[in-house]
């Protein structure tokens, strides 16, 4: 179906974390890759369904959970961040929606983000806060929409407050 490709930037905290939520993620997707270059870090798995999604909006959840536990960042919604749909690239010679999953300090560095960039950022900022949250996938007219599903079972929608 396609691939999905967590993105943070280069500091040794994350190629700590990157390496630890790689090792959590190949438990599950043994064709998961890392990666390590000068200016990023990333975590590269294929999704063929829903169960796939939520293994990587888990994994970019507890991503943020440590970025924001090591790095003070305004809230989601004083950082100046919008939302914005993501840009057509080719993988593997096929072209196609660039499903890169930026981590907090990518998403504040760019200003910009879309739904699960935008969801699991917000979740992690709850959970932080003490509440049960949770980025989840749902189907839409293009494919899937990411949500935050809050403890009080309200649904909050990031991309929307910041300008879908």
Not at 33 to 57: C, I, K, P, W, Y
Not at 85 to 111: F, M, N, P, Q
Request: proline share 3%; with cysteine; glycine share 8%.
């Amino acid at each position: 179906m396609g691939a999905m490709t967590l993105v943070s930037p280069r500091t040794d905290a994350d190629v700590d974390t990157g390496r630890q939520l790689y090792e959590w993620v190949r438990s599950r997707k043994p064709d998961a890759l890392f990666n390590v270059t000068a200016e990023r870090v990333s975590l590269r798995m294929r999704f063929m369904n829903q169960a796939d999604l939520t293994l990587g909006l888990d994994c970019l959840t507890a991503w943020n959970i440590r970025q924001l536990q090591r790095n003070t960042l305004p809230p989601l919604y004083e950082a100046g961040i919008v939302y914005e749909r993501e840009i057509l690239c080719t993988h593997d010679g096929v072209t196609g929606i660039c499903e890169e999953w930026w981590t907090a300090l990518e998403l504040h560095k760019r200003k910009s983000g879309d739904c699960e960039d935008l969801s699991s950022l917000r979740s992690a900022e709850l959970i932080l806060g003490g509440e049960q949250a949770r980025a989840r996938a749902k189907r839409s007219k293009i494919g899937w929409h990411i949500q935050v599903h809050r403890a009080d079972g309200t649904i909050e929608d990031p991309s929307e407050k910041l300008g879908m």
